[in-house]
């Protein structure tokens, strides 16, 4: 009989390591890090586990974290009433910003959309070893993922590899550019999404299912 529990235990151990393995927390993070739709998709599918760690609500056929209003940077966040706690990594909120760069010498505003989670107690280097499958690589101060570009939004939505991306420039005239970035500043870690420059209405329905009216 002994043997037998203990059999027994070991198999509702390894029942429950496997479901941590592809649990709900797992399947919104590895979405996310594709910078794309996904992420809102699975707050969807899987809403009943992850709504311990924030409200979630529907927004026609997605879902997405209940955020407070913008402050005076446009940033809107949601602070998670416990982490999602992932390889040892503690990721306590989520975040989006908007904003709007002054205008250039074109006489058009590129636009800045962020979103992604802060992380608690632990350096950018950390999140690079933990997670070697998000692919991120060494950006001047920061980490990211390699850049993609839309040549031309006027024409196009199609992502395509940029082989000219160069840190900190403004994206040119009617392109758009995506990545993840890994950063650390003023004593806390992010990892965020961003989609700049000069995106269409399409694409931003198509990469931001969250969002309403386009911001």
């Not at 160069?166 to 890994?182: D, F, Q, R």
């Amino acid at each position: 009989m002994k043997r037998s529990i203990k059999y027994l235990s070991m198999a509702v151990l390894a029942l429950t390591t496997n479901a941590w393995a592809g649990s709900a927390e797992e399947e919104l993070l590895n979405a996310f890090v594709k910078c794309d739709a996904s992420m809102f998709d699975i707050l969807k599918n899987k809403q009943e586990p992850l709504s311990k760690y924030a409200p979630i609500e529907k927004v026609g056929k997605t879902a997405r974290f209940q955020l407070g209003s913008a402050d005076e940077d446009g940033k809107r966040q949601v602070i998670f009433n416990k982490p999602i706690i992932l390889n040892g990594i503690r990721f306590v909120s989520f975040d989006t910003i908007y904003s709007e760069f002054p205008f250039n010498e074109t006489g058009k505003n590129p636009v800045f959309y962020f979103w992604g989670f802060e992380v608690e107690e632990a350096r950018a280097a950390d999140l690079v070893v933990k997670f070697p499958q998000w692919g991120l690589k060494p950006m001047g101060k920061n980490f990211a993922t390699p850049s993609q570009i839309i040549i031309n939004s006027n024409q196009s939505v199609r992502w395509q590899p940029n082989m000219q991306a160069t840190t900190g420039s403004i994206p040119a005239k009617n392109t758009v550019e995506k990545l993840l970035i890994l950063e650390e500043s003023n004593g806390k870690t992010s990892l965020y999404c961003t989609i700049q420059g000069y995106p269409n209405d399409k694409l931003i329905r198509r990469e931001r299912l969250d969002l309403i009216g386009g911001k």
